[in-house]
Each structure stands twice: as C-alpha cells, then as structure tokens.
C-alpha cells in the first residue's frame, strides 16, 4: 500500500511529517498510515501541474498522443483489477464483487476517454457561417489548464478516473485530492499512470484532510478549474471560493431520488430493482432511489415482499463469500445513518425492517437495511439525504400525484419508474425534474451517457462527451479576408 503524496512524478512525505490513520471499516483496525498532505505541499502539486501544462507541452499533444496515455493507464488497472479491488473493499467496505465492477469501470472509463482525445484531432474545430462574407470564423476547443479534482468516498477509484481520464484527454493537467477515509486506490492510480510513463507534473495526487489539502486546491489561483463530487454544503462553498477568482466549476452533488411503482408493475422484479437502487454500496450513493413511491393497488403486497427480501441480504465482510451488505465506509458515517433513523422514528416513521446494528457483528460500522414506512413528508427522512442502506417507502393513488411527490425536492439528481405500460413510463420519464431517469431499473450507469443533476444536484454533467467538454475551453478565430480597406478611420 502506498503512503505518499505523488507530485511532480516523485513519491514524496508531506513537507511536515504528518500522516493520518486508514481504518479498516469491517473491523474498525487501523491498517496504514498515508502522508497528510499541507498548503505547502499542494502549492508544490499545483506548480508542478501549472508547469507541466504551460511549458512542458502536455496540451500541445495530439489526442492520439494523450490517448496512448490513458489507454496505458487502462491496462495497468486491468492488470491489477484484482489487487485494487481487494483495496477497494479493504479502504471502503463495500462487498468484492462491487469493488471489482468499480475498477473494471474505471478502466473502462480511460479507454473511452482515449477514444474521444483521438476524435478532437479528427474534428478539432468548427467552422462558423456569418452573415458577412468578408470574414471567416472558426471556434476551436481547447484545454481550460490545472484542474483540482477533489473526489468523494462512496467510489474512490471510480470518481477519480471520471475526473482525471476526461482532464487528461482534453489536454488538462490535474490535482487529485481523494477523500480522507478512502484514499488507497487513488495512491494505485498515481502508481499506475508511472509505470504508464505519464509526464511529470501532468497527474498529482495529494492525500489529507478536506479542511487543509481541499482547501489549499480550492483556493489556489493557479488551479483553472474546480471538479467536485460530494455534499450540498461544500459544493456551495466551492462555488462561493471559485466566484473569488471565476474559476470555472462543476459539481455533482446530493439527492434524494424518487422511485415510482405503478400497479401493473411485476412485483419481484419491483422489489428487485427498489432493493438495487438503495442498498447497493450500502446506500451510500448520490443517486440511490431512496424515495419509493409505490400505487395503492399493490402497495401492501410490494412491502411485504421488500421486507422479507431484505432480511435475507447477507451482511459481513465485503471481502467475505457471498456478502452484499458490507459495513458502512466510517464510524462518523454510521453515526450519522443510526441518527438519521433515530430522528425518523421520532417524527413517527415505522420501522418495517432493520435499522439496528446486526447481531454477531459487535465490531465494524454494520448496519441492517432498513425500510422505512409512515414517513411524514416534511420529515428529514423523507427530504434530506441519509446516503446509508435506509429507504422510505410510501403509497400514491394517482400518477399525478406520484409526479408532484416525486419533484417535490430541492434536489433532482435522479429518478426511477416502474410500469408496464410504456407510454405512461415515458410520460412520467419527461416530467421528472432530474437529471438521470430510469424506466424499469434503476443505477445502472454508462460512461457513454451523461451523468449529473438538476437543481441542487449540481451543475454540469459528468461522463459521455459531456464529462470531456468540463475540461475544455471554446475559443472562437475570426480573420478579415476581404481585399477591399476596412475604411472607417482612413478612406
């Protein structure tokens, strides 16, 4: 396991010597220890990517030059999928299986970005039709310059390679801060990018605390644009500290998505699809369907059945057999969810199943799954993000209804709905106000297809040529080709 920041394509401590403890969650053992990186340190980073983009040349590569990079880079992951994977589950939790489609997709993820970095030579620029036939116009794209990358804990692997394949196909240079309790894999990805001969300078990751690393790339000036997965409240603030000096911004943030189950739904495949879209990496996803709304006619039978599939999950070790509900990724986190549910019962939720720590798990952030139903509307349960494996579960009677409860949100990541009829589903598809809907699933994710919200969800999208164009100026070239004097001043 590593333990260093990498800047500058070197291994290096933290300019002060600290370093803060990687704790197992299944076991609440502290495992390693990994350099806490300072102010100092990551202005270090931030000149190493600030010369590597305005000196070294790494912006002025051809796509298909950049694009062996990242296709290198791939294969590293590939070729150790297994071992990252077992970091993965060690540093987050989550069961192996889930780690090893995460490192699968992050691979994946460098491919496709390859493949687009080779199209910007193909296409890199567009020519514009004026009214004015003495003038030709073109606008070309262009990399936007240091991009501080600051990823969440949920998909510490995956995260990064959303942000930094993309950065790095545009012409981008990056600071990579991961989260502070999931921080292994991203360490991997330094090492990976090496042995894949990146340039110095080009990828610097800096490990340490959100309040002192995150912070010191925030307010940089020298970092062109600010790439932030993760809560409401800090997104706002990067906003705000980005407004200082207009850097440019993209934010994926919270949600509190919807998941509306009509009555001609195929209740195994309902529960099914309800269970995929919450417990899932135990709940601890952006975009989990956490609001169920479920018509009249098959609302009592659809319960039944989701608390009786729900007591069955297997919990354990996520390196353990047949487990698919690892321990939550934190005990600052578990705190949060018991509280959550704490907080609900006593707004007068009913606990139809779960919420208590498992028996036989005395040791390690465990949680079961909990299904909540009798939740009052204006309770936190029903509109705040708890990001744990907990899902309230209410009736509707109509599809308007359904409708206005589902949009009845600051948020608008995501949303899921469920019917046989396919013009009612796609009906109710257009009039989610979100960002990413589902019809007959939910979380499903492709590196094709953009990934981002509305309203307090965020701003941008990630994936798809969208998540390239994050990273990517437009510059408009306009020539005066007449052979005739301009004459305003001299005739």
């Avoid at 993965?88 to 970095?117: H, M, Q, R």
């Avoid at 729900?310 to 934190?330: A, F, K, Q």
């Avoid at 390690?364 to 579960?393: H, K, M, N, Q």
Wanted: negative net charge.
């Amino acid at each position: 396991m590593r333990s260093e920041l990498y800047i500058d394509g070197t291994w290096r401590p933290s300019s002060d010597g600290r370093t803060f403890e990687v704790v197992d969650p299944a076991s609440e053992e502290v495992i390693h220890r990994i350099a806490a990186a300072t102010a100092e340190d990551v202005d270090l980073a931030v000149r190493a990517a600030r010369r590597a983009f305005d000196r070294d040349g790494w912006p002025q590569k051809t796509g298909a030059e950049r694009a062996r990079y990242l296709r290198a880079i791939a294969a590293g992951i590939r070729a150790r999928q297994a071992e990252i994977a077992r970091l993965e589950t060690i540093d987050n939790g989550k069961p192996l299986p889930e780690a090893d489609w995460d490192v699968a997709d992050a691979a994946g993820c460098f491919d496709f970005y390859a493949s687009l970095a080779e199209q910007l030579d193909d296409d890199p620029e567009e020519t514009i039709a004026l009214a004015d036939d003495r003038f030709t116009s073109r606008a070309v794209k262009e990399p936007i310059g240091v991009a501080g990358a600051i990823i969440p804990w949920n998909y510490p692997l995956l995260m990064a390679s959303w942000k930094v394949a993309p950065a790095l196909a545009a012409g981008c240079t990056v600071v990579l801060k991961p989260a502070e309790v999931t921080s292994l894999t991203a360490l991997e990805l330094a090492a990976v990018a090496e042995e894949a001969g990146l340039p110095p300078g080009v990828l610097n990751v800096v490990t340490g605390s959100g309040t002192v690393a995150g912070q010191a790339i925030i307010d940089h000036r020298d970092v062109d644009k600010l790439a932030f997965t993760g809560s409401g409240p800090v997104g706002s603030k990067i906003m705000a500290a980005a407004a200082r000096d207009i850097k440019r911004v993209s934010l994926e943030l919270g949600g509190k998505s919807p998941f509306v189950v009509f009555a001609d739904s195929d209740i195994d495949k309902a529960v099914e699809w309800i269970m995929f879209g919450i417990f899932w990496n135990q709940g601890q996803v952006c975009s989990a369907t956490s609001r169920v709304l479920v018509q009249e006619g098959i609302y009592a039978k659809l319960l039944a059945r989701l608390v009786t599939e729900t007591d069955r999950i297997r919990i354990g070790n996520g390196l353990d057999e047949g487990v698919l509900l690892g321990p939550l990724v934190s005990k600052k986190q578990h705190e949060q969810v018991v509280a959550a549910i704490e907080a609900a019962k006593a707004a007068g939720a009913t606990v139809a199943c779960g919420g208590t720590r498992p028996e036989g798990f005395d040791r390690g952030y465990y949680l079961r799954p909990t299904v909540l139903t009798d939740v009052p509307l204006d309770s936190a349960a029903w509109v705040e993000e708890i990001f744990g494996p907990v899902v309230c579960v209410r009736p509707f009677g109509t599809e308007e209804e359904a409708i206005a409860l589902a949009n009845d949100s600051r948020f608008g990541l995501a949303a899921a709905v469920m019917s046989a009829d396919d013009a009612r589903a796609e009906r109710v598809a257009k009039a989610f106000r979100a960002g990413i809907v589902w019809i007959n699933c939910s979380q499903p994710t492709f590196t094709e297809a953009p990934w981002g919200g509305y309203k307090q969800s965020g701003i941008g999208r990630e994936l798809g040529r969208w998540g390239l164009d994050n990273y990517l100026e437009v510059k408009q070239i306009t020539r005066y080709v007449s052979g005739e004097p301009w004459g305003w001043y001299i005739r």
